[in-house]
């Protein structure tokens, strides 16, 4: 049963260009979170989606940043005109539905370390 | 923001066991307290939960105080793969919908 896939692991961009991050969730989960550990610091959390819904975008930045998690295929994390700030890890993690399913916690990805030239 | 208090760092001897504590004092009642760990460069791991009872697994144990208002990971035998940062967390069990909040954890080094 594989893991939570996150690709690419890593990724550079120029400021101005756009970054794609892609999750796909342990087989049998529906719901994803992603995180972004900036260097040398903990892990804050960004946003959490079901297939199709956006749940709580409430660590999104304002701008720049969106996600969506498509019936079909992956979820995605998408950063418009980057900018050296935007350098960082990015965790996404996946959990089943159910109170019980949850009950041991999340499934973190390795993670896309996005690099901003 | 987080809800528990950890010591930024720690060391450990290998072979010996890794005692790191954690403060939540204002856990509530449906809150359960769980452990991730971080090895450098890599995603969070899940260690252990647990509501009031103490708990063991095969990667550690998880010692709660009667009032709930600390707790203890404990690693019986740290080897030097355990080096991490080590976050321990509260959360409700109600929905899939309770992220999780990470705070500073605390860095353990294990040395040889």
């Known amino acids: 049963n594989a893991g939570v896939m996150q690709n690419p692991r890593h990724l550079v961009r120029r400021r101005g260009q756009e970054a794609r991050l892609r999750c796909s969730p342990m087989k049998g989960h529906s719901h994803v979170y992603w995180y972004r550990q900036l260097p040398e610091e903990g892990l804050k959390f960004m946003v959490y989606?079901?297939?199709?819904?956006?749940?709580?975008e409430s660590g999104m930045p304002k701008e720049r940043f969106s996600a969506e998690f498509p019936k079909e295929g992956p979820s995605i994390l998408r950063i418009q005109q980057v900018v050296r700030g935007d350098s960082a890890a990015y965790f996404c993690?996946?959990?089943?539905?159910?109170?019980?399913?949850?009950?041991?916690?999340?499934?973190f990805g390795s993670g896309t370390r996005l690099t901003v030239v | 923001d987080a809800k528990t208090t950890q010591p930024p760092s720690m060391d450990c001897a290998e072979g010996r066991a890794a005692n790191l504590p954690c403060n939540h004092s204002?856990?509530?009642?449906?809150?359960?307290v769980y452990w991730y760990r971080q090895i450098h460069s890599q995603g969070p791991q899940y260690i252990i939960h647990?509501?009031?009872n103490n708990e063991t697994n095969e990667m550690a144990s998880l010692i709660i105080t009667e009032d709930r208002k600390s707790s203890t990971l404990i690693l019986p035998h740290a080897t030097l793969r355990d080096t991490a940062v080590y976050y321990c967390i509260v959360r409700p069990l109600n929905n899939a919908g309770n992220m999780l909040t990470f705070g500073g954890g605390t860095r353990l080094m294990v040395k040889p």
């Open positions: 647990g509501l009031k």
């Open positions: 204002t856990i509530s009642g449906n809150e359960y």
């Open positions: 993690a996946s959990s089943p539905s159910s109170p019980t399913g949850t009950l041991y916690g999340y499934t």
């Open positions: 989606l079901q297939k199709e819904n956006i749940i709580d």
